[in-house]
């Protein structure tokens, strides 16, 4: 049995998602971002560092005790992680884009969909602060889902500075700042009502709350929320956004949102989250953060980013069937009618797999139609059937799987066939 | 800094890990092995499962409560795991030919090129007691090493069999068989005389120990070892393998090697190593396994494989400098020469990622020759410099960043030059 909340991925499941992964890694490094790996253990003042993770992940990660006494810990995100290379590695040359594709835990509820164990693909850009940079990893979240051909998404931009001047304009008190974001975040997970409940308990006036929420409602196409809104600080580095954006023909999956919050404490600028349609939700989201690796590093270094999850995106491509799945790769199965045959067919496979052909064959001594049941059962496409007559004339029988065509083909000629 | 024996991959090292990978996942496929993955967390019951790691892996392994106050850990190998899998699908198709590329985690001695934290590669096959399938996983091995540019290696083989045999011809009682075998796979670490006197002390008489090695220096060609002993139980098993890879083409990288012993405890049949020569060392290991699944799942299924050791391999691929290493696999820069062009240049770098080429631009507003100092220091291959002058003829010069080389190109052309 699998410990509660991990899951165990078969090769239906796998070849689905290295296929998914393959494509968005291929979009990561068009956009420039070189592969970064970490240690899925971290120590635990890397993982409690102040205004890293925040006090919520840290009541959810895994950590111990290693034999060295020493707390360790597995990582609850892949930024933690990349900030403490930065630290550790202060002569690399910036702007450093990275990405990094790899698991993070967390001992959270096992609702459905929430996992303990899940894969996260994070690029981020250290060393820039510039909106470009912003505007790059936006651009790169939106081709990975046009290359997965997700079609029904948009991304959602805000400012953790516009929040704040319209916090400011609503008359809250800045040491409450953190804790109302994280109310004005459910807005689109939980009704309007019970925010506003929500937001009263933390003993804010029914004015203030009406004013923030007239704020809050304001989404929509750039142009028009642009045209709505005149003066907000922040204002002007989303419209610098877009303007990158347009260049690059992409702004037109862009809606701003000033609803938008993300609970993480350490965004200081722009936040972006791609949004999926039809019911899914948040599918990848993101932001700048300046002032975090400067908690590692000593000194403050820009950066931005965005993290694409996984495990929901995989929902998406299985529940709209975007790409097929199969139970294996290999596209040619290889039986001898008879055991004496065994050697024979050992080098015809040989053969094949020497020009890059994936190849399998019965390692089971099953009859002919017992091999032809296995290789159907799992999707391979063609089947190679070697009988003493044909070999005799140094040919072969291909079987087309799903058709039942079948060709006398020479061996010689067989590898052209696939 | 890193939890100790844990270590971070920077891009240059990343790219050509890989790299490696990618040769290494594209054998395992052609040989008709699919992709699994399990959860690095696995129950304590799993790991502990008697006969399945044993008590010296067990108090290597970290462990720890989670917080329902269950004991969990992280996987110490990728058999365990697969024995575990197979017990909770039992409906799987059979022979189930799995590949599994994946870290585990031993807390031991952080000695020289020794971790924490290391990456495996295994395949195994499961449902088959056929040689062939020890063939198949030798031969996919051979296979590996062959398209890594490895040259230098070849195979150990042995069988716990004949181990067995010559341990009972030795008048070695039975019960001491496994803590001799021990010390029989010592013969390739530590000098005779010391694997010797390790045998005396676990009370074993001088004549049992001459007659011991006089078979365990028994090693050489298949066809000179086969001849010069005739009859020992499991000798057999390894002449029909040796005859397998032999219609296969690969017997000419086996040895036969009666001091080969493998430390686990869970071998029941013919177990094999790739040895890296030049002072390498072992670099794969691997064997028949027809009694651990049935620890899991109550009743035998007999199962073959063999793991590869991915940060042996890598260290044997950066000292012989088989794959050239790069910082980065970009192929394109493209610099502005002023700021005015920043949204121009957006346009070309959109239009070359669209054609899936993997392109890059300044985020840091640097001048002309510091961009170009960049690109070079990441060893991009070409830059693409827009210039007023150039664009009004809607052209651009590409310069050649090794040669130094200049071409002035119309932009409809660009994206064709890559």
């Given amino acids: 049995m699998n410990v509660k909340g991990t899951r165990d991925f078969l090769p239906e499941e796998m070849i689905l998602r290295q296929q998914a992964l393959e494509k968005i890694k291929n979009v990561f490094e068009i956009f420039g971002f070189q592969p970064l790996e970490t240690s899925a253990l971290e120590t635990w003042e890397v993982l409690s560092k102040k205004g890293a993770g925040g006090d919520e992940i840290l009541s959810e990660t895994y950590s111990f005790k290693d034999k060295g006494e020493r707390m360790i810990g597995l990582r609850y995100d892949l930024t933690v992680p990349l900030a403490r290379v930065i630290s550790d590695n202060p002569n690399l040359p910036l702007p450093f884009k990275r990405y990094q594709i ?3 835990w967390r ?3 096992v609702a459905k969909a929430r996992f303990r164990e ?4 994070d690029v981020d850009i250290v060393g820039s602060e510039s909106l470009l ?3 790059e990893v936006i651009a790169c979240a939106i081709e990975c889902f046009n290359a ?3 079609k029904e998404f948009y991304v959602r931009l805000n400012n953790r500075k516009i929040l704040n001047e319209i916090l400011r304009l609503s008359k809250i008190s800045e040491n409450k700042f953190t804790d ?3 109310s004005i975040d459910k807005l689109d997970k939980i009704s309007t009502d019970d925010v506003i409940k929500e937001i009263e308990n933390k003993g804010i006036s029914k004015d203030s709350i009406k004013k923030l929420l007239s704020y809050t409602k304001i989404k929509g196409e750039p142009e028009k929320v642009f045209k709505e809104i005149e003066e907000l600080e922040g204002l002007n580095e989303l419209k610098e956004i877009i303007s990158y954006l347009k260049s690059m023909k992409l702004n037109s999956k862009v809606k701003i949102d000033l609803s938008l919050a993300r609970g993480l404490d350490y965004y200081t600028g722009p936040i972006f989250e791609v949004f999926a349609e039809q019911g899914i939700g948040s599918v990848a989201a993101g932001g700048r953060y300046d002032k975090m690796i400067g908690l590692f590093l000593g000194r403050d270094i820009p950066a931005t980013g965005i993290s694409l999850g996984i495990e929901r995106i995989m929902e998406v491509i299985k529940e709209r069937k975007i790409i097929e799945m199969t139970k294996s790769k290999t596209k040619v199965f290889v039986i001898a009618v008879n055991d004496r045959l065994r050697n024979k067919i050992l080098e015809i496979v040989q053969m094949l797999r020497e020009k ?3 190849v399998d064959y019965d390692l089971r001594s099953r009859t002919l139609s017992k091999q032809l049941e296995y290789a159907s059962s799992l999707g391979i496409p063609f089947a190679v059937i070697v009988g003493e007559r044909e070999l005799k ?3 072969v029988k291909i079987r087309n799987m799903k058709t039942g065509k079948e060709e006398i083909v020479s061996i010689n000629q067989l590898a052209k066939k696939f």
Same sequence: chains 1, 2.
Avoid: H
Avoid at 118 to 121: E, G, N, V, W
């Fill in 118 to 121: 899940f894969l996260q693909a």
């Fill in 148 to 150: 997965l051909g997700i």
């Fill in 133 to 135: 940079a912003d505007a």
């Fill in 107 to 109: 001992y959270g509820d």
């Fill in 102 to 104: 790899g698991n993070v």
């Fill in 180 to 182: 109302i974001l994280r």
């Fill in 393 to 395: 004339e140094k040919s």
């Fill in 356 to 358: 890059s052909i994936k």
